[in-house]
């Protein structure tokens, strides 16, 4: 992508933004505070900046008297560099935050090509493919029956003998060998070394071979269109599409679905709403892509425990009943269509296997498709949503644990919680003098709300400009009128009632910081005692993948802030983003994936923590900004003195 | 059974017969001309016997004046002894056949102790079969998921890891095992080392599994019902049932059946009418054998190659045009319930392997369950209908041919031809000095027709009674107007209009002589075809195996007179009424059988005969009265010879 350099005065710090993004964006990025309280959306007119040198777009604001304007006076969120600029920031906004970040942000989300790298191990050996054959006409010397000269040809090509045929497509045979002159194309599904011939066409189509692989998460189902015919060692993604799970509708969490699954026939809405979603995301796949969809062969799942076992239609009540027993955490092919998904009726849909009641499919393919089940290296792997999803090992063993963090992380039990949809605050900034905040906001308009990463984002902006103290609790001696005792206690008004899309004053609540703390704890605490049960610290930890959709947007510096990530170095740090969907790719392209997707989650062992009273003390421990243990967060801690507040007694 | 001694004088031969045949019966089997010319209905009134000593049952009959009933007079087809019995014949009756059968019949039908014998070699061990579990109740130390436990404990007992179970079992399997209290019946299917869990029970039902075995012909389905689980060397047979096909409303023969099936809608139509049929089989099974549905496991079938395709819906278009290649000669399992088939839906339908166009599963099945392909013995296989398939070899070589030997066999193409229904004339015995039949039908009632097995043993007895010569035509210089010049050429009659229940006469026509030759020349050309590709000839043949539920009525000796059956001593031949049912039965038993199945049909060769010269020039050779070739057959030369009759010159 097209980079600009920025120089911002009078700091003069510089920094290279992406082509497209605004001023504001750049020093949301940069770290250089500018005032601004709706969001992005224009609409407060405070983050005025003035053009030194340089092109941008940016047309008269009705908030930028005409004189201004001719002097430079552009707002930030309306201004788009067309090149490298100068821009000066008015004097109230001249703090500058890099202080806390140490060194510029190096792009920590894996990029195409370390995917490449990762999945280098595995040769593209698809478990579904394709062979075009050509094969000699009967005559009455050589009489043998159709699917006997089928299997000749193949044994000559695979050298096999275990190739088999189900009636569906034995049905069709005689007709496509005919219609395509004894030239056709194979489809194969292979397992255990047996070779099932599934589809038949008539003529050469053995490089249109697609497939589809899909992440049903709890609330957002996503999915890819993948080339299996033409990759070597790369991962031809075609297409991605994503949407809502259209479960939500029966509840947020896995537990409110496992609930209303025992309601009449509520299984069943449930198995057909996740079928609806998938059904429509394969659609928009084959829309972008341009593949038919009588080119798509197969169809991997991945999903949570509880996810996997809707998708599946397998009864999830004794995951919520003590003790936890899901269905089964393999599970076998089966037939799209026969699910009701709109493929053709060749297409098996295999689902990755799970763990545990609350390691799933998900976790696994995770744990797979970020190598670390390859790798020597200690890998502390934690996919983060309303559960936290912790997996501590390497290509030796694996140790993994669930632990309820409720659903802070996903907006839940925050006052102005929202999903990370258009108008969540997914940054705050504060100005250290007088208090103000600058947002910005998912799509740059009026908030709405808060999303999960801009929970954890403010809230360690809040601890360290000294609004929080380390117990979570506003202080209550700051010269500024957004600390205030509210209806549900103290509370820290982000945005007022005229700058959001929802006419409140949109706050941050003591309970909501409660909530964020008992969720930062339990994965803190998780990670903790993972390591503890095997006499590791966070300092073995050689590297830590950060997966789920979610954690993709956390800015590691903030979470660390407030004690949620480890003080590590942040190289040690990777994002996979998707990672299930990762493994499910992954999985599609090759079938010594599949044998180990099986054998890795066989090798997990599953660690209970909701009755460990290890856990219990490590939670308690953790329930302090940043941690109760100011020894493992130095550079907080240093910050802190930095600030001259006063800090918590850390003895225990 | 019971038996019981009859003499006859004045021959004084002495008789073991069964207890609740009639004396016509006895007379019929012991060779004694009795006459009767309505078939064993008593409306006749000519086979009179005198009993002079021993009880019998018969009532008066209106044609014994009471004078003759009180001298001890009776009519033999309604008398039926009580112990052993002394009866004179009258003397018109008084001809003694068995100079025709050198000694006494002895029964050539394997008994069932011959059949344990023969499957002693298959342990019985099903492929498919249960096992009853109790497995430890989940706790939170040992929360493994439901399936996990259950392959656990599997694995305890069967020692295998390769457990996988499908989706429609799964789903059930919280249910069972919690309404079972964790004790339940599980059961496998088994194939090529992977067990498959196909169905779930709660509580103890080890003991209760059945499987049904079908043999689909083209004109009669046959079954059997198993009892899988309390048999070890021996066969459980508990029920067996019949029907015709219900597709004889389609057609008569396989031809006839492909040419309908080409029809719009055609293909479906063949399979619903055959799933018909089986399900009334199955039905019957149930209601004989008291077994309950829900605890038959698994399905069996055999067929010819044409009868498999209309099973499972295959296009058997091209079995009936050059160069005959089926679609395919192995068949996927399917669920017997997705074809329609009454069972449970857990059930697997096995299908038997063929060949090639005309050597179906009921041959390879046939040729399995008669032990020819695992004995040293030379053996020569036929299995006898319109189409005859022969098969020749031992354990070490199998080749095989069909030869179209026409309808005539199943009294297709014959005036007066029939299915070996009731009325039906299977035998006849005809008074060599003035000509007169003596007849029995099926049933014992007035005849209306001629079946297969009964035109071969009228033709041999027309033959060695003189009336017919070495060509098949009637001599025109008997005293008998039996023998009379009719609207299609000379025909005999065998029984007048008043004595039929058609109201005509029955005859057979030189037309039908021809067809019969046809028939039984094409048979015996087969063989010699077969014997001469792998340079043997008859005398090396150690074992004769007929098989074919008509087969099982032909009388060695008649078939020998006429060269349908080479003159072979009569201990080397053995019937095995319905060779495919035996087969699909041990099938059914032994997974070792099931592998061995396969291993048989492709170890088979065909050989292709339509297009033979040499086949043809030994159907020509064969086209007589036995044959050309009057050295094959001494014995019945030896007759002709002592009838003073002339022959025809057999050099070639």
Redesign the interface.
């Known amino acids: 992508m097209k980079k600009h350099r920025i120089t911002f005065l009078p700091s003069e710090r510089m920094f290279d933004f992406d082509d497209g993004d605004t001023i504001l964006d750049a020093a949301m990025k940069a770290g250089i505070y500018i005032n601004a309280s709706c969001g992005g959306n224009s609409s407060c007119g405070k983050c005025k900046i003035k053009v030194i040198a340089g092109d941008l777009i940016s047309s008269r604001h009705p908030k930028i008297p005409r004189k201004d304007y001719e002097k430079g006076y552009r707002l930030a969120c309306k201004s788009r560099p067309q090149g490298n600029i100068v821009v000066e920031v008015p004097l109230e906004s001249q703090i500058d935050r890099s202080i806390l970040r140490g060194k510029d942000r190096k792009p920590l989300i894996l990029s195409a090509s370390d995917l490449g790298q990762l999945i280098k191990e595995w040769k593209a050996d698809p478990a579904v493919f394709k062979i075009y054959l050509e094969l000699p006409e009967?005559?009455?010397d050589?009489?043998?029956?159709?699917?006997?000269?089928l299997e000749r040809e193949l044994h000559n090509i695979l050298k096999k003998n275990?190739i088999?045929?189900?009636?569906r497509t034995?049905?069709k045979?005689?007709?496509i060998l005919r219609e395509g002159k004894w030239k056709i194309t194979v489809t194969f599904s292979e397992k255990?070394g047996?070779y099932q011939v599934i589809h038949l066409e008539a003529g050469n189509k053995a490089k249109q071979n697609y497939s589809i692989v899909i992440d049903i998460g709890t609330t957002t189902v996503s999915g890819q269109i993948l080339d299996l015919a033409n990759c070597r060692h790369d991962i031809c993604t075609l297409g991605e599409s994503s949407d809502y799970n259209a479960q939500v509708r029966f509840g947020d969490d896995v537990i409110t679905r496992i609930m209303y699954s025992r309601k009449k026939g509520g299984l069943e809405r449930l198995q057909e709403a996740v079928i609806e979603t998938i059904n429509g995301i394969i659609k928009d796949l084959l829309n972008e892509s341009n593949v038919q969809k009588t080119s798509v062969s197969h169809l991997v799942i991945a999903g949570n425990t509880t996810m996997t076992h809707l998708f599946?239609?397998?009864?999830p009540?004794?995951i919520m009943l003590?003790?936890?027993?899901?269905?089964?955490?393999?599970?076998?092919s089966?037939i799209a269509r026969d699910l009701g998904l709109d493929t053709e009726d060749h297409v098996y849909a295999q689902t990755f296997p799970c763990v545990?009641?609350y390691i799933g499919g998900d976790i696994v393919a995770g744990v797979i498709g970020s190598g670390m089940s390859r790798s020597e290296k200690i890998t502390l792997f934690m996919d983060i949503g309303t559960n936290g999803e912790i997996v501590l090992g390497n290509k030796d063993w694996l140790i993994c644990a669930s632990c309820s963090a409720g659903p802070a992380f996903e907006g839940g039990g925050i006052q102005f919680g929202m999903r990370a949809e258009k108008g969540a605050i997914e940054q705050l900034r504060i100005n250290p003098v007088n208090y103000e905040p600058m947002i910005i906001t998912v799509g740059k308009v009026k908030p709405k709300g808060i999303c999960g990463s801009g929970l954890i984002d403010s809230v360690a902006e809040l601890f360290s400009t000294g609004i929080l103290d380390q117990n979570g609790k506003f202080r209550r001696d700051l010269a500024t009128s957004r600390v205030r005792l509210g209806e549900s206690g103290y509370e820290y008004i982000i945005a007022y009632r005229d700058d959001t899309q929802i006419h409140q004053n949109i706050v941050i609540t003591e309970v909501d910081l409660d909530n964020l703390i008992r969720a930062k704890a339990a994965i803190y605490a998780g990670c903790k005692v993972l390591l503890e049960s095997v006499g590791l610290t966070f300092r073995d930890v050689e590297k830590i993948v950060i997966a789920g959709g979610f954690g993709h947007y956390i800015d590691i510096e903030k979470a660390q802030v407030i004690g949620f990530l480890p003080e590590l170095s942040l190289e040690k740090f990777v994002f996979v983003g998707n990672g299930s969907l990762l493994g499910a790719r992954l999985f599609s392209f090759s079938k010594g994936f599949m044998a180990e997707a099986e054998n890795v989650s066989k090798m997990m062992t599953n660690i209970?923590l909701s009755?460990s009273q290890k856990f219990m003390d490590e939670f308690v421990a953790a329930s302090f900004l940043p941690h109760t243990d100011g020894k493992s967060f130095p550079r907080t801690m240093k910050m802190l003195k930095n600030l001259s507040l006063p800090t918590v007694n850390t003895a225990r």
């Not at 599946?312 to 009864?315: I, P, S, T, W």
């Not at 003590?322 to 076998?332: E, G, H, K, M």
């Open positions: 009967p005559t009455a050589d009489n043998i029956s159709d699917f006997g000269r275990n088999s045929i189900d009636l034995l049905k045979l005689n007709g255990n047996f599946l239609g397998l009864d009540k004794n003590t003790p936890y027993t899901p269905v089964s955490t393999v599970y076998p089966v545990s009641s209970e009755n």
